[in-house]
């Protein structure tokens, strides 16, 4: 009994996280890429780390959240841009490859150390250097703590009430943005390019400025994930790398790609997984198999194991539609 | 031709008689000059490596006349309708960087040069085509590849998407229009179910339909009737007598020759890349070069001979001439 108090403390903390509503945020843009338009993104972690460094550089330099919040995403529309310029006219695996290595390449300029003063370098920038202004927004106390049922956290600082209210309200905003855009002849020319652009085309529309508008705009709403996650967290270029971005897939396609709440639902079951098994192994599991740094190890595996058996068994994910992918190109 | 041709509806032959009396005095030779011409074309060739597809010399494309494009497997047929509606860049296209040497491939498509002009612009001046190998969206339903084919729709503009009373009217407009187009191809009953589910034909009726959607000042058909059946031919062929009577020019592409005969108005044949024959269907099978063009399959009959024709339709054929006959009686 006590052990599934455990399980509903912590699947209700996984859900309340703003690491959650990040991973949302991101997954909803990736799904406009890839889910709506086709558009194979191996980069979504670019998007994230390039918003959460454009965000935090500018608010640390004085520049004000709102300034900061308009860097990091501007800085990822512009990334979109160059990234979409001398690929989307070709192939779609060409933009799988150069999203991967720009990705890695903000990653690691990120990091660098002759960067440090702007960026922190391998270090990176801790919350406290931005996140001030953001906890002086909050309508909360700024001190203490508050408990609803079983959860408590923090009124305003850190990980708090109201890092996971903002978090969620963009998210619901992002979906809201989705669901608007998809339900109107805008989407449905989207949804014409991800089967086949030569069709779109040759009835007089401009398939290359569509898909650079989805570029753009998933990549805009990654970078508002990025702005989310460092807020509850720091700026490390290394905690947004490749496996970030295979999260994010993985939890596109547990929820359903092309479904407006998909990337929600699946950051919500990706996350209880997670700490669920971590309960589960650290509950029943003797030390001496497996001890509690050996966990996310195993998680990773488990979540490939799973990514794999997802697509093989329910490709259309949980909220998706099996007949549109079965008619599918 | 001058600049200042009038494009508008006064100058077009609703009347096909006195269209076809124009088409009397045209010299009955490959690039010879029309009345109207709405389409003209210089100098396209098309090379694949050192295979030579498309060498056009000059072609002119008679205004609000039914023009059939035909010649053996393999002519060019389709390459040069890529070529024409921007899916493909010939090989004797001016150079973006000067060079080269001439002479270089133009075309004027209702007095616009279209030299350089990307598919979906070339769609958007009003020349629409289908494709040989069809291009159905699947995974959408048959309305929504209706809509997608429509013009003027506001909604399609990313920002103007997001507030549907901006495009409410506009796609109930269009919505209309779909309705009366699916009704006139016998496609009414399957407008909610996905393209993927419909049959070959179907999905070359639903081209069709869809390319109509745009109202264009005229459609390029590829093989419009292959894998359709003899009794829905024979409304289409209809179908497309009443386009040109309300206002279309109409190019395509056929292997059957019956129906060639039947409804078009001048016929141009094309062989190993060349225009080797145009004329009236009355006449132009007889050239000499068609019947060259053609030598191996059918050099022992009269390629508009009615007995390879199946009975159903030759009858239907023959009702058909004996009104025409009595019309003019
Ligand atoms: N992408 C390509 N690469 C190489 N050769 C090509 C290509 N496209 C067409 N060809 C060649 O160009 C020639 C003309 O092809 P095209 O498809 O235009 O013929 P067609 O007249 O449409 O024939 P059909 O009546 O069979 O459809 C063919 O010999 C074909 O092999
Ligand atoms: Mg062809």
New binding site residues.
Partial sequence: MNFLYTLFQDGGAAIISSTTAAFALAAIGLNVHFGYTGLVNIGQAGFMLLGAYGFAIVVEQGGGILLGVLAGLAAAAVFALILGIPTLRLRGDYLAIVTIAAAEIIRIVGGDQSLAPLTGGVAGIPNAKYSDQFIALSPFPKAGLFTFGPWTYPYSAGNSWWLSLVGWALALLAALVVFLLFRSPWGRAIKGIREDEDAVRSLGKNVFAYKMQSLVLGGVIGALGGIVFVLGASVQPDALGRTTTFLLYTVLLLGGAATVLGPILGSFLYFIFVVWLQDVVAQFVPSTVMNSSQIPQFTYILVGAGLMLLVIFRPQGILGNKKELSFGA | MPETTDWSSETYDFDRAALRAKLRDVPQEPGSAKPQPILTVDNVV?R??G?T??EVEHLEVQRGAITALI????????????LITGFDRPSSAKSRFGGGQGPFATWRFQGESLGATSAFRVARTGMVRTF?LTKALSAMTVMDNMLLGAKDQPGEHMLAALARPLWRKREAEIREKATDLLARFKLDTKAKDYAGSLSGGQRKLLEMARALMSDPAMIML??PMAGVNPALTQSLLGHIQDLRDQGTSVLF?E?DMHMVRHISDWVVV?AE?RIVAEGPPEHVMQHQAVVDAYLGSHHDQDLGDDSVLDEDFAAAVADEDAERAEEKA
């Fill in positions: 098309r694949f490596g295979m597809a498309v010649g053996p497997n393999g002519a060019g047929k389709t390459t040069f309708f890529n040989q590829d093989e592409v292997h094309m890349g």
